[in-house]
């Protein structure tokens, strides 16, 4: 007998649906004006304003400090109104700010303290942005197609990744670092736009005996949800430990090439942007090795891949073009591991959790992840300070490996798809209450 053929049409990309498209062009242009300013940013600190070991630390901490300081509140106050115009407001902001950098360098008036309160805005924005556009993309694309849209978002920032520093580098050496900022600054101008058009979102409906909650109480339930799901709490739980080494380590990353690799602003561009096609080949990668080898297995060793990766850095000296080579594979390896967790562990938590709990629950685990980064970035930058920047990298890299070995002793090892999840790991099918 014939074979009927199959009636159920593929759905189309996503790249094809008006509204994600929209919100794809936007991310990608400020993701890639970020990466420039990855780079542009520690160079103006280090070559134009001699900044100290624990001022660099200071002001890569600052990035995520924010996270630490108003992320539960930022997802309460997201469970409870539109997101869209928090966008909207937030890339503004991001864009005058980092607009004065270019200003106060052409004024002769910039100095380390402008840079630490610029730095300090633009991440108190990013967070308003990033937890308010994670809540959003579930009710624009549909909770079916989010692996699908956060892979294409994450492929994005990982082709950032890519073509950012290199042309942050260029950039740097023809105009300064301080007018490569300026790149970053209408990055977020365009992101703007692209968020203006999208369509307007309401406000979550909330769950019963929701609105009398006090402030506190909300943001207890947020952390009640990841911490009785078993998945969610150990996600977060290994996110919080390579953030935490990940941050000391990058708080001294560029002044090791600097000052002790003796590298200049091109080769650090180069370095960082071949370190980013690692991040762009783990983005293209993660379906095919989830599925091949399993979520657990997968992460698991994809949390060990960073300090092996930083042990290297920590073991070479000079900086010839074979030393230029080892470092940028060094780069590379680290780099592979982000798109495969952040993937996986993002889209879970936006499949699993509802939404009237998911602006909380974002904000919880990125509060806990970014804020240990900008921990270990002020404590990496005053370790480095006291004991050298040679140790501090090796320290901060043997750290790491305490993520892999938090998933390894979890019910993470036993995990090999999401979808089929083992009964004492499943998700709870409704909202926990404080």
Known sequence: MPKIPSTEAKPPSLLRHRNFALLWAGQSASLFGTQITYVAMPLTAVLLLNATPLEAGALVALETLPFLLFGLFVGVLLDRRA?????????????AALAWIPVGHALDVLNIG????VVFVVGVMTVFHDLAYQSYVPGLVGRDRLPEANGKLELSG????????GAAGLLVSALGAPAAIAVDAVSYLLSFFTAAGLPADEAPKPQPGASALSVRAAIREGFAVIWRQPLLRWFTTAAVIINLFSGAL??????????VLEMGSTQVGLIVAIGSVGALIGALLVGRLTERFGVGPTLILTMALPGLGYLVLAAVHGNSVAVI???AAASFVVQFSVPVFNVTVISFRQVTTPDELLGRVNATARTCAL?????GSLLGGAFASGVGLRTAVVVGASGTFMAALALLFSPVRAVRRLDALPADTASPSAPVSA
């Open 158 to 165: 990982s082709m950032a990744q890519v073509a950012g520093p």
């Open 371 to 375: 804020g240990a980064f900008s921990l």
């Open 114 to 117: 402008q840079l630490l309160v």
């Open 83 to 95: 997101r869209r115009s928090v966008m909207i407001v937030a890339d503004v902001v991001r864009a």
């Open 250 to 259: 990058m708080s001294v990353f560029f002044l090791y090439l600097i000052r």
């Open 325 to 327: 080579a080892v470092v």
